[in-house]
């Protein structure tokens, strides 16, 4: 007796060795590696903002919100509360590099990522231990009940930039999670670990792009594999951009459409180099979006007007507002003094496009009709601005100083 049960505390000892050493998926439960022998290929943390706001069970006090990108997902089953998803204690020891520094406040959640070549046993725990490289989604409960999410399918892949192989994913952890549109419970601000598991990639690919994974705005995200910890621009926060101000000579005075007197004066503003006029620059913050518009100066003194009910209408229809104008009035006509050829940044403030946009169209409506020679108040819609194309424009918006030749 006493022989076999030292046989059976050798054996328990043997299987935590082995747990300790790989991680292990056994019936879709992964053991986590206690002494970290996982290649990391790749990793990001982005913060994006969260759904609508929670609705609350009266009885129970649960809050529920419905993923705002997947709630129309209706080409894929749903297949209701999936169990047995992997729970991080430590988020920060992943992701040790981010601090609270700078990151939004409580109406933006982290979408972050991890790409990793593990071993894992598949099946019943009998199987040889098989190489894979796992994507791990990171998904922060920002209620006690999240609904219709999405993890991935056979259009989950990677692919191999140099070689053009493509590696398609061959299952999902939890497993029942794959090709199915699911909800999860469990406690508000606890950080859920799936899984997308794929072909072990060769150790020589680095230049990757991940597709198919739209929850963790992964339709095409490159990733560069000699980085350890990788970050993608196109899903980084811009720094709030800095304009040069402009002087304002008289302030508006019991202020009237139709009487110039009353208009504000301003002079010295930011100048930039002559480009096409309405050329267009985009800065993504979390508090904000920040539209830089290029605009001419035909005259010395020639009058503008900025703001209001302009909006930002992306491609599912939503609105962000103008909050403002920098260094100029808001819905306020102005006069500006410069030289005739000046081009200026005019540059308006919207509410924050979340990352899903990634194009969308300007509207400024048509406005009230004023009193003032050559005055215009008709509308304008400019539709398909790409995001990305935008923020690439940001250079053309560098303070550039006038030189005048008498």
């Not at 504000?264 to 100048?271: I, Q």
Request: charged share 20%; proline share 5%; net charge negative.
């Amino acid at each position: 007796m006493k022989k076999m049960l030292m046989l059976s505390l050798l054996a328990m000892i043997g299987l935590v060795i082995q747990a300790q050493t790989t991680n292990v998926w056994y019936k879709g439960t992964v053991v986590p590696n206690q002494e970290n022998n996982v290649i990391v290929r790749a990793k990001s943390q982005i913060w994006v903002p969260s759904p609508d706001a929670a609705a609350v069970d009266k009885k129970t006090k649960k809050k529920t919100v419905v993923w705002t990108d997947t709630e129309n997902n209706s080409w894929h089953e749903y297949i209701g509360f999936v169990d047995n998803v992997p729970v991080v204690s430590d988020i920060k020891a992943i992701f040790p590099e981010a601090s609270n520094v700078g990151v939004p406040s409580s109406s933006y959640v982290p979408m972050s990522w991890q790409l990793t070549d593990e071993k894992i046993q598949v099946g019943d725990g009998t199987s040889n231990m098989e190489d894979c490289t796992i994507l791990h989604c990171y998904f922060r409960m920002s209620a006690d009940i999240v609904k219709n999410l999405w993890l991935g399918n056979k259009e989950s892949c990677i692919l191999d930039k140099e070689t053009g192989v493509i590696y398609q994913a061959r299952s999902t952890i939890p497993a029942a999670c794959y090709n199915k549109v699911f909800s999860v419970k469990g406690k508000e601000g606890t950080t859920l670990d799936f899984q997308i598991v794929f072909p072990r990639l060769p150790e020589s690919a680095k230049e990757l792009a991940i597709y198919g994974v739209p929850t963790w705005y992964m339709r095409g995200w490159d990733v560069t594999g000699e980085a350890r910890s990788y970050r993608n621009s196109r899903y980084e926060y811009d720094e709030v951009p800095r304009f040069h101000m402009a002087h304002m000579v008289k302030d508006s005075v019991n202020y009237d459409k139709n009487n110039h007197e009353s208009w504000a004066v301003y002079n010295d503003p930011h100048l930039i180099k002559p480009t096409k006029e309405q050329s267009m620059a985009l800065w993504l913050t979390a508090d904000a979006t920040y539209l830089a518009i290029a605009t001419e100066q035909n005259w010395i003194r020639e009058y503008h007007g900025r703001g209001g009910n302009t909006i930002l209408l992306d491609e599912q229809g939503h609105q962000y507002k103008c909050k403002g104008v920098l260094g100029y009035p808001n819905d306020k006509i102005f006069w500006l003094e410069g030289y005739p050829g000046d081009y200026f940044a005019m540059v308006l403030v919207f509410d924050p496009l979340p990352w899903r946009v990634t194009s969308f169209t300007f509207v400024v409506p048509e406005g009230e009709p004023f009193t003032m020679w050559g005055a215009n108040w008709s509308g304008d819609v400019i539709p398909n601005l790409e995001v990305q194309k935008l923020r690439n424009n940001q250079k053309l918006f560098e303070y550039h100083p006038r030189t005048v030749v008498e």
